[in-house]
C-alpha cells in the first residue's frame, strides 16, 4: 500500500469513529488538518521547529475555569492537536477516551436544575422542589433533646424497630433513583413527606418523594392510566457524590460533596446548583472531598481523600484553614453534635483519632515539613483500615472498618471535660465491640455504621448494612434492636440513613435501588 493510500485509509477509520461519537460535524475539519499536515511533512523544514516566537505569559495568569459546553449549547471539542500527530505517525486516536476524560472534568459554577436533570420531567421535579421551602414541618429536628436519667425500654424499642415494614407501595426491585451504584443516602427532615436523596458513583443525586403517585398514559391501553413512583435526578457533580446534608435552618438547602473536589448547594428555591466550595486542584485530578459538616449554616468542616482536614467560611472565601489529620486517605470523620470544636476522623491508616481544633500545633510526625494539625486528645489503634467514625448526642462514638468489628466508645465527659491540654497516651479502648462483616469487595459501597441524629424516642441507636441483605440497628450499648430483610430486598442496602427524628429508614444498593423501612 502506496503512502497516499495509507493516509487516506487512515482519515476514512476517523470519520467512521467521529460519526460514532456523534462529532460528525468534526470530521471534515479533521481530514483539512491532516491533509495540511501531509502537505507540510513534504515540505523542506528548517532546522529549527519554532515558526514564530513564543508570546510570554502573563506574570500572573488566572487559573481556569471549565465551564459545561452542553449547558452553553455548544459542541464538545476534542483534543483535535493531539489526534492529528497521532493520524500522522499512522496512530488511531483515542476519542472515546478524550470524551471520558472530559466528562469526568470537574463542572464550575452557578447551572440550572432544568439543565442538569436526568430523570423525570422537569414540570413534576418542580412541584416536589417548591414544596420543600422554609414552611416546611420539620417537627423536632432542631429542638436539642433535653437530659434524662431514665432509660429507654430495649424491650420495647426491639419490638418497634423489628416492626418496621418495606414500602411496597411499588416493587423495590423496580425503584432504580440513580443510575449507578449508590454510595450515599439521606433523610430529607420533612416529616411531611418521605423524601429520600441518593448520590450514585457518576455524580448523579436521586430524590424520591417515596408516598408521592405520578400517573402516565399507558403505552398499551390508552384508557388506563399507569401509576408510576415519583422519582427525580440532577447530575451536579462529575464524580462520586460522597456526602449528602440538609442546610442546618435551611431545609430548602440541599448540599452535596464529591470526589471531583467540590461541595454544591442545590437551592430548591431558585432551582439552581452553585459552588459553596471547591478544593484547590487540577479539575482533571482532583483531590476528592471524603465527608463534610457544616456546624452553622455559613461554615464547612470537610476532609479529602488525601488526608487533610479543611475549614471553609462561606463568608470570606479568602481565609483557608487547611490541616493534615492522617498519612492516608480519611474515610469520615464526625462531629460532637455539642461540641463542635471536636471531631473525631477515621483513616485508611488503620487508625481514628480525637481532635481539639481550638488549638493548632506542629504535628511531630512532620516537624521538618512543618506541617500543622489540630490538638491531638487520642486515637485508637485498628488492626485494619477504619471505615467511618460518628458520634452522637450522649458522647458516644461509633466506628467500623475491615478488621469486621463495630467498636462503640463511650466519651460522656468530653464535652464538659477534655480541653486543649487533655492528651491519653494509651490507645482508647472500646466499651462494645461487635462482630460484623464488613467485607464489601468490589462491587458494594463500603458498610458505614451511622447513629440516629435527633431521635424522638430518645433512643440512641445505629443502623449498618448486613452483607445477607439485612439492615441492622443496634443500641448504643451494643444491643441488637432490629435485623431488617425481605424477600424484596434483593440486594445489600449498603449506604443506610436514618430520618433526622423518626424511626425511618431507607437503604441503597449497588443498583441505584431503594428500600425504604417504616
Known sequence: MSLEEQRQANIRRNQELLRQLELEGMGQSMADDVRKASTTAHKKRPSSRRSTPAKKPPASPPAPRRKSR???????????????????????????????????????????????????????????????????????????????????????????????????????????????????????????????????????????????????????????????????????HSRTISKIITGPGEPQKIYTGSYDGSIRCLDLEGFVSSEAFVFDSDPRHPVGISDFHMPDANTLYYSTLDGQFGIHDMRDPSVKKLYTLHEKKIGGFGLNPKASHQIVSASLDRTFKIWDLRKIELNPDYEEEKVYSPHLYGQYDSRLSVSCADWNQSGDIVVNGYDDRINIFHFPDATKAWDTDTQFEDPFKPAVSLKHNCQTGRWVTILKARWHQNPQDGLEKFAIANMNRFIDIYSADGHQLAHLGHELMTAVPAAVAFHPTHNWIVGGSASGKAYLWS
Open 70 to 236: 452542553r449547558l452553553e449549547g455548544k459542541t464538545a471539542e476534542l483534543n483535535i492537536i493531539g489526534d492529528n500527530d497521532k493520524v500522522e505517525n499512522g496512530q488511531q486516536p483515542d476519542l472515546a477516551q478524550e470524551q471520558r476524560d472530559r466528562e469526568r472534568d470537574r463542572v464550575e459554577g452557578e447551572m440550572k436544575l432544568k439543565d442538569i436533570i436526568k430523570k423525570g420531567d422537569w414540570e413534576s421535579a418542580m412541584g416536589i422542589l417548591s414544596n420543600l421551602g422554609p414552611k416546611v414541618s420539620l417537627g423536632d429536628y432542631f429542638h436539642v433533646a433535653e437530659e434524662s436519667d431514665s432509660k429507654p425500654d430495649i424491650k420495647e424499642a426491639r419490638e418497634r424497630l423489628s416492626g418496621l415494614e418495606l414500602s411496597e407501595k411499588f416493587d423495590p426491585s423496580g425503584l432504580k433513583i440513580t443510575s449507578e451504584r449508590i454510595f450515599y443516602m439521606h433523610f430529607h427532615p420533612s416529616i411531611d413527606k418521605k423524601l429520600v436523596m441518593a448520590g450514585d458513583k457518576i455524580g448523579e443525586l436521586g430524590l424520591w418523594d417515596a408516598e408521592a403517585v405520578k400517573t402516565e398514559k399507558n403505552d398499551e391501553d390508552e384508557d388506563e392510566d399507569e401509576k408510576k413512583p415519583q422519582m427525580y435526578s440532577f447530575k451536579p
